[in-house]
T-cell receptor
Framework: GESVGLHLPTLSVQEGDNSIINCAYS??????FIWYKQESGKGPQFIID?????DKRQGQRVTVLLNKTVKHLSLQIAATQPGDSAVYFC???????????FGQGTRLTINP | KAGVTQTPRYLIKTRGQQVTLSCSPI?????VSWYQQTPGQGLQFLFE???????NKGNFPGRFSGRQFSNSRSEMNVSTLELGDSALYLC??????????????FGSGTQLSVL
């Protein structure tokens, strides 16, 4: 069935360190993946996306890696800042489905 | 462009009542999706509309319904509210073309509490 899961529900890192948030997905037909950041009291905010024909994509301080062989997705945040503290969700989409399947989320805490 | 706007921001209802939530998408976006977010179940897909047509529906009872107007604004309705309907209801818009695999832009949500 459809499911997108996260390996760790919480993650704490020191300010300035790099963080890696992992995500496993089960539907091999998924061809589009997105990472969202949700701060308290706000809706999810788009961070970065990647399509299944790629295995890596970089943004500003963020990198998403996609391993289709093991159906694994990761979000790397470089030089973390206090403002990076939030819950991070991965989501998958299947062409034509018109819906996203979200993981349960990982709470990232940046320690000063 | 203004972001996705949801109203009201907070709502308190009692069991058995009905509720209507409103969403205005980003200008030019014709696809509107609704999601329910709870601590236990996370983000669950409710339904998606494009050009006033429902294209997909999640696994929610018939008490949950929605519609989209010609200006792309959308409403969702929950009838006969139950305690378990307490959640953050999120609206998202995407795609000026209606093609799948477009990133969603979310509003801040409506926090519904059912007493």
């Amino acid at each position: 069935g459809e499911s997108v899961g996260l390996h760790l529900p919480t993650l704490s890192v020191q300010e300035g360190d790099n963080s890696i948030i992992n995500c496993a997905y089960s539907n091999s037909a998924s061809d589009y993946f997105i990472w969202y950041k949700q701060e308290s009291g706000k809706g999810p905010q788009f961070i970065i996306d990647i399509r299944s024909n790629m295995d890596k994509r970089q943004g500003q301080r963020v990198t998403v890696l996609l391993n289709k062989t093991v159906k694994h997705l990761s979000l790397q945040i470089a030089a973390t800042q206090p403002g990076d503290s939030a819950v991070y969700f991965c989501a998958e989409d299947i062409q034509g489905a018109q819906k996203l399947v979200f993981g349960q989320g990982t709470r990232l805490t940046i320690n000063p | 462009k203004a972001g996705v706007t949801q109203t009201p921001r907070y709502l308190i209802k009692t069991r058995g009542q009905q509720v209507t939530l409103s969403c205005s998408p980003i200008s030019g976006h014709r696809s509107v999706s609704w999601y329910q977010q709870t601590p236990g179940q996370g983000l669950q897909f409710l339904f998606e509309y494009f050009s006033e047509t429902q294209r997909n529906k999640g696994n929610f009872p018939g008490r949950f319904s929605g519609r989209q107007f010609s200006n792309s604004r959308s409403e969702m309705n929950v009838s006969t509210l139950e305690l378990g309907d307490s959640a953050l209801y999120l609206c998202a818009s995407s795609s000026e073309t209606g093609i799948s695999n477009e990133k969603l832009f979310f509003g801040s949500g409506t926090q519904l509490s059912v007493l």
